[in-house]
């Protein structure tokens, strides 16, 4: 079964400086997807950013990029210039096709803490 | 992309009771998702619901209990019925984009339940 790793319950980052936050997971599958999604205390959960496992190159938005390791099956996220808006929960979410439709497991999370 | 209107955001309800939560969306999706999140946690799957047939619950979650309906496709209740101190999280519904695997997850602001 898939499972979604998330080894840090809580990060804190100067603002301005880098973070990198953790993810591992679980599968046999070679074809799959891994999702960033943010979500701040408003509690609206939002995409940060996807990867698809068959491209060897790590996907970037803006200040937000991973590092996408398929053998060690790591999936990690990587905040430059931290500003006090990315203060949030951040979940690792990995897709599988189950039952004709698709569904995300999620990760348990890691709070990131911005100190201004 | 897809808008979601999730209501109430928020309610306190007493021991017993039953809450219905809404959702409507901006467009037309064949899935929605509903998922709880108990507080500091990551989401946990309720339920899928496809328009025009019954919803198919996740180990851990009856249909007596989180009763939904999915009279069209732009819409779908949930109810937390007979509710108990347990039953205090938040409930988000989501739905997918078009894009098949690789597509983001949209979520409703969610809502938050406090049962006394």
């Known amino acids: 079964a898939q499972t979604v790793t998330q080894s840090q319950p809580e990060m804190s980052v100067q603002e301005a400086e880098t973070v990198t936050l953790s993810c591992t997971y679980d599968?046999?599958?070679?074809?799959?997807?891994l999702f960033w999604y943010k979500q701040p205390p408003s509690r609206q959960m939002i995409l940060v950013i996807r990867?698809?496992?068959?491209k060897q190159q790590n996907a970037t938005e803006n200040r937000f990029s991973v590092n996408f390791q398929k053998a060690a099956k790591s999936f990690s996220l990587k905040i430059s210039d931290s500003q006090l808006g990315d203060a949030a929960m951040y979940f690792c979410?990995?897709?599988?096709?189950?039952?004709?439709?698709?569904?995300?497991?999620w990760g348990a999370g890691t709070k990131l803490i911005i100190k201004p | 992309s897809a808008v979601i209107s999730q209501k109430p955001s928020r309610d306190i309800c007493q021991r017993g009771t039953s809450l219905t939560i809404q959702c409507q969306v901006d467009?037309?999706?064949?899935?929605m998702f509903w998922y709880r999140q108990q507080p500091g946690q990551s989401l946990t799957l309720i339920a899928t619901?496809?328009?025009?047939?019954?919803?198919?619950?996740e180990s851990g979650f009856v249909i007596d209990k989180f009763p939904i309906s999915r009279p069209n496709l732009t819409f779908s209740t949930l109810t937390v019925s007979n509710m108990s101190p347990e039953d205090s999280s938040i409930y988000l519904c989501?739905?997918?984009?078009?894009?098949?695997?690789?597509?983001?997850?949209?979520f409703g602001q969610g809502t938050r339940l406090t049962v006394v």
């Open positions: 467009s037309q999706v064949t899935m």
């Open positions: 619901a496809n328009q025009g047939s019954e919803a198919t619950y």
């Open positions: 979410a990995y897709r599988r096709y189950m039952d004709s439709n698709y569904q995300l497991i």
């Open positions: 990867q698809e496992a068959y």
């Open positions: 989501s739905v997918e984009g078009t894009g098949g695997a690789s597509t983001e997850a949209f």
């Open positions: 599968t046999s599958e070679s074809d799959y997807y």
